[in-house]
């Protein structure tokens, strides 16, 4: 109803003003809708944006294909107020099971998230690419689109020749009930000790990746055995996130399929291409003054070439590509975008993110300083299952486990993702854990509320009518959700989500305080049980948009 509205406004409102983008967009607090389109006009009638304002709300208050819309000009703006009919169907919109979703889409999208190397297990400074990434994907299947979730796996490079390295001369064996990609961690963390002790180690290692770009059966084969088995414990974590992909794509495969020695003869051809010791791209023209070099010395292929290999695939088999790097990456993201343009290709729409830490500080893989993801979904949990038992004593240790279980995921998804991704931020557990405050458990905990008012309130017949402050602003609320999906997946922001749905339940516990639902009776009664209804189902359905479990207990 909301996107139907909103079209229908912009209709009346292009052809009240003759202008093609009549600026409207949701009006907070305010107004449902509003334009700031008096801005434009004022440069062309040079009037007062105020004035044009006035005449326009003045011209659309009249058509009656507004019905109980109300509008009015506030300064230059043309506000836009869904009257009680509107508020009504929205309300009756969601209560259905699947609220919020959108016509489907023809446009294959691929996202790429997480995509971190196989030498060890994802740490805190992995999970914020994660959480983003798994967000955004469930935003876009909400939005109608097909999607197919990529993990890159990189099989090829330094550190994993490392890693095959010391399999091969450190005779470590794996513990009794030790994950893989920690395991894997501990032989990367003891080679790199080796290396530091014997510089001469340097030369096996680069002789190791001239043979895995040559196609050297066994080498593709050790390399391969090292990096499956790390990325079967990147697996369980990732589960353990809520987070899935749909294909793990091989770096190597696009050396042996051809694609790499394809990618670089047409790079050879470009006038920005240079070949002396190293083929390099020369991207000043494009604002970068570092060489984009594509081939070392020794005639092996680097990262950056496999990446263009890589994603010329995803741009001839999917309509739109998405990449979420952290910010460390921005300059060879940056350069691989110029040069993909400059082959005629497709680039890919990235989304760069700042780092999410620890007090404790930064972290590394190679110097074994780094508190994994599985750690801190132990440590949260721990905490989660202690704040359950104080709160819920009675219930059976295994409840309390489950509940504790969904309730870290839920600190951890959203103390993360609800900060938007320019911005560092660091995970504080205390605040993350807060029942009480804007956390993933306080949105969570309203949802169980509303399921707990309906229990008590057993049968009623669903009725919509609201006057009071409070349930009018909640029913304007709910019909913005299908606008949050929407603007989420086309700004690819996805703490936009995030904040609809903590604005969602502060809005419902100021209802529950201030308007008695089971308290009150006939019409009001019911009108406002199928209000809670609206609100879980939409709590329901933006959680699990967010990975988050909506628990009907706490």
Not at 204 to 230: N, P, W, Y
């Amino acid at each position: 109803m909301f996107q139907e509205k909103y079209q229908q406004i912009e209709r009346m409102l292009r052809a009240c003003t003759g202008e093609e983008d009549v600026l409207l967009t949701t009006g907070g607090d305010h107004a449902d809708l509003a334009s700031t389109v008096a801005f434009r006009l004022a440069k062309r009638e040079k009037r007062a944006p105020a004035l044009i304002a006035a005449d326009i709300a003045g011209k659309l208050s009249e058509n009656p294909e507004l019905g109980d819309i109300q509008v009015e000009a506030t300064g230059p703006y043309v506000n836009f107020r869904f009257g009680p009919s509107l508020l009504s169907e929205v309300v009756r919109e969601a209560v259905r099971p699947g609220y919020g979703s959108l016509p489907h889409r023809s446009g294959r999208v691929v996202l790429e998230h997480t995509s971190a190397n196989p030498n060890g297990p994802l740490h805190v400074g992995h999970i914020r690419n994660t959480v983003i990434g798994d967000t955004l994907a469930r935003a876009f299947r909400k939005a109608g689109y097909p999607l197919e979730v990529q993990y890159y796996l990189n099989d090829m490079g330094r550190q994993i020749a490392i890693v095959s390295w010391g399999f091969d001369h450190l005779g470590l064996a794996r513990e009794e009930g030790e994950k893989e990609d920690h395991y894997v961690a501990r032989v990367y963390i003891a080679a790199n000790q080796e290396l530091q002790k014997d510089p001469e180690i340097t030369k096996e290692i680069d002789h190791l990746m001239q043979k895995v770009e040559r196609g050297d059966a066994e080498t593709v084969a050790k390399f391969r055995k090292a990096v499956s088995l790390c990325a079967e414990g990147i697996k369980a974590t990732l589960a353990g996130l809520n987070a899935h992909h749909d294909r793990f794509v091989w770096e190597s495969d696009f050396v042996r399929i051809g694609d790499v020695d394809r990618i670089m003869e047409r790079v050879r051809r470009l006038s920005q291409a240079h070949e002396d010791e190293t083929l390099w791209v020369d991207l000043t023209e494009q604002g970068f003054e570092k060489k984009y070099i594509l081939r070392r010395s020794d005639g092996t292929s680097v990262y950056s070439t496999r990446d263009l290999a890589y994603h010329t695939w995803k741009g001839r088999n999917y309509d739109r590509m998405i990449d979420v790097l952290g910010a460390d990456h921005k300059l060879i993201g940056a350069q691989l975008q110029a040069t993909l343009k400059l082959l005629g290709e497709q680039p890919p729409e990235i989304v760069f993110f700042e780092f999410v830490s620890l007090p404790e500080g930064s972290m590394s893989t190679r110097a074994g300083k780094f508190v994994s993801a599985d750690a801190l979904l132990e440590e949260v949990a721990a905490k989660a299952f202690d704040e359950v038992t104080t709160r819920r004593p009675e219930l059976p240790l295994e409840e309390r486990c489950a509940i504790a279980k969904s309730v870290a995921i839920a600190a951890i998804r959203y103390d993360i993702v609800k900060v938007s991704p320019e911005k560092s931020t660091v995970f504080n557990w205390k605040e993350a854990l807060d029942f009480e405050r804007q956390s993933g458990p306080y949105i969570q905990y309203a949802h169980a509320r509303a399921c707990s008012i309906l229990e008590k309130a057993g049968e009623f017949e669903q009725t919509y009518r609201y006057e009071t402050d409070h349930e009018v602003a909640l029913a304007r609320h709910l019909a913005r959700f299908p606008a949050a999906i929407e603007q989420t997946i086309e700004e690819l922001r996805p703490h936009l989500l995030a904040s609809y749905a903590r604005e969602l339940a502060d809005l419902f516990n100021a209802f529950y305080h201030y308007d008695p639902v089971l308290k009150s009776e006939g019409e009001t009664r019911s009108s406002r049980l199928t209000l809670v209804e609206a609100v879980r189902n939409t709590l329901q359905e933006s959680l699990a948009t967010l990975g988050i479990d909506a628990l009907r207990s706490m």
